[in-house]
């Protein structure tokens, strides 16, 4: 079955990008949406924002203009880019494949934690 | 943006029991709420899709009622497996898709 696994940095300097990859497995991306979303202990869950297969994109207005999510078909990949970082940006992320219409997340990735300190 | 607001935040419920959990949204968002289930250090999981579908594989156990602003998420003989964090997200308006603030099922 389809499966998403992250990866990435799991350390971030204050001010820098944070670049993590999704890789989607046993299926292809194609004719999907795709999501990042990260969960902190302060904020919880916080939808980040999608991609389509296509490459056109949504973003979280209160992230937008730091963010780019973007998508390889060749390789089966999408992924996240988060610049100019903060201690807020500490969190655990998530990527996953969201189904439009409804706009659930029907299948998630383990997550990866990246902290954000000097 | 649309708040989500979960009640309880916490809750104690034995095996066997009956839980039900509240979601209730600022504004109304008919039917474009979806519930997930989030056992600790693992991802969240589906459970419940437009307020009331039950995703393919969930015990039907499980299953979510409402529409407008307020919505329910009924664990009919809660079991063993079942105690996590549960999150309701509404997609109402995209693209500001919000989470509520989690509602943890406990042992009593």
């Known amino acids: 079955q389809v499966q998403l696994q992250e990866s990435g940095p799991g350390l971030v300097k204050p001010s820098e990008t944070l670049s993590l990859t999704c890789t989607v497995s046993?299926?292809?991306?194609?004719?999907?949406?795709w999501s990042w979303i990260r969960q902190t202990p302060g904020k919880g869950l916080e939808w980040i924002g999608y991609?389509?297969?296509?490459?056109?994109?949504n973003y979280n207005p209160s992230l937008k203009s730091r963010v780019t999510i973007s998508v390889d078909t060749s390789k089966n990949q999408f992924s996240l880019e988060l610049s100019s970082v903060t201690a807020a940006d500490t969190a655990v992320y998530y990527c996953?494949?969201?189904?439009?219409?409804?706009?659930?997340?029907?299948?998630w990735g383990r997550g990866t934690l990246v902290t954000v300190s000097s | 943006d649309i708040q989500m607001t979960q009640s309880p935040s916490s809750l104690s419920a034995s095996v066997g029991d009956r839980v039900t959990i509240t979601c209730r949204a600022s504004?109304?968002?008919?039917?474009?709420l979806n519930w997930y289930q989030q056992e600790p250090g693992k991802a969240p999981k589906l459970l419940i899709y437009?307020?009331?579908s039950l995703q393919s594989g969930v015990p039907s156990r499980f299953s979510g009622s409402g529409s407008g602003t307020d919505f329910t998420l009924t664990i009919s003989g809660l079991q063993a497996e079942d105690f996590a964090t549960y999150y309701c997200?509404?997609?109402?308006?995209?693209?500001?898709?919000?989470f509520g603030g989690g509602t943890k099922v406990e042992i009593k």
């Open positions: 991609i389509y297969y296509s490459g056109s994109t």
């Open positions: 997200q509404q997609s109402y308006s995209t693209p500001r898709l919000t």
């Open positions: 996953a494949k969201a189904t439009s219409g409804y706009w659930y997340f029907d299948l």
């Open positions: 046993g299926g292809s991306i194609s004719r999907y949406y």
């Open positions: 504004q109304s968002i008919s039917s474009y």
């Open positions: 437009a307020a009331s």
